[in-house]
């Protein structure tokens, strides 16, 4: 039983290191998108099709630990100068 736990979560541990650089790509793609220059996101997202809408929700959300990381380290490595005070 213990060991099961183990392979567990040996898969989980690996299945979102895996992913993390899957994502990074995925959002810095979505930032160089040209539809999306020069609008809110909400306004970007209500243009799409729903089909294109659903599986950038489902992307999103799947891996949401992933996710939240990739999104982490993207913010971090294109931080602007300016700080906010």
Do not use: C
């Not at 040996?10 to 999306?36: E, T």
């Not at 609008?39 to 970007?44: A, G, K, L, R, S």
Request: hydrophobic share 40%; proline share 4%.
């Amino acid at each position: 039983m213990n060991s099961e736990w183990w392979i567990v979560g040996s898969v989980l541990v690996a299945g979102f290191l895996f992913m993390i650089p899957v994502q990074y790509r995925y959002i810095a793609a979505l930032k160089n998108d040209p539809r999306r220059r020069g609008v809110d996101q909400e306004t970007y997202y209500n243009k799409m099709s729903f089909q294109e809408e659903q599986l950038h929700y489902n992307t999103q959300i799947m891996f949401l630990p992933s996710t939240m990381v990739a999104s982490w380290i993207y913010n971090w490595r294109h931080k602007s100068g300016k700080k906010v005070k």
